[in-house]
């Protein structure tokens, strides 16, 4: 119940666009910042966008901010992760997680120590 569900991952050619959702309980999505974070086997999970869903706080990782929007429908207690431009760096399992703390919000930061609750991922995988 407290666990986001990812989808919409798959195979794109480089340049191709994707949308992953992420869908939570009603208690997990209410007033949370809902982050994306993407893994590459053998690296560091890094933070590619979060948002606040009881308010209009958004941020990018800086490195993919002019390629990548998150968006909300709390009607459907779903993040959306909206790439484009994709390149094969981006090839990575992308997780969808919960900080109920809202430190996104509070804080102005994406950190993947915040986030308590995490999804199972969704792979993603450009190929040139």
């Known amino acids: 119940q407290v666990q986001p569900v990812e989808s919409g991952g798959g195979s794109v050619q480089a340049g191709g666009s994707l949308r992953l959702s992420c869908t939570l309980s009603?208690?997990?999505?209410?007033?949370?910042?809902i982050g994306w974070f993407r893994q590459v086997p053998g690296k560091e999970r890094e933070g590619v966008a979060t948002?606040?869903?009881?308010?209009?706080?958004?941020y990018f990782a800086d490195s993919l901010k002019d390629r990548v929007d998150i968006t909300k429908d709390n009607a459907k207690n779903t993040v959306y992760l909206q790439m484009n431009k994709l390149k094969p760096e981006d090839t990575a399992m992308y997780y969808c997680?919960?900080?109920?703390?809202?430190?996104?919000?509070?804080?102005?930061?994406?950190?993947?120590?915040?986030?308590?609750?995490w999804g199972q991922g969704t792979q993603v995988t450009v190929s040139s």
């Open positions: 997680a919960a900080d109920p703390q809202r430190r996104c919000a509070v804080y102005g930061r994406l950190r993947a120590e915040d986030y308590r609750y």
């Open positions: 009603k208690t997990s999505y209410l007033d949370n910042c």
């Open positions: 948002l606040y869903t009881g308010g209009s706080s958004r």
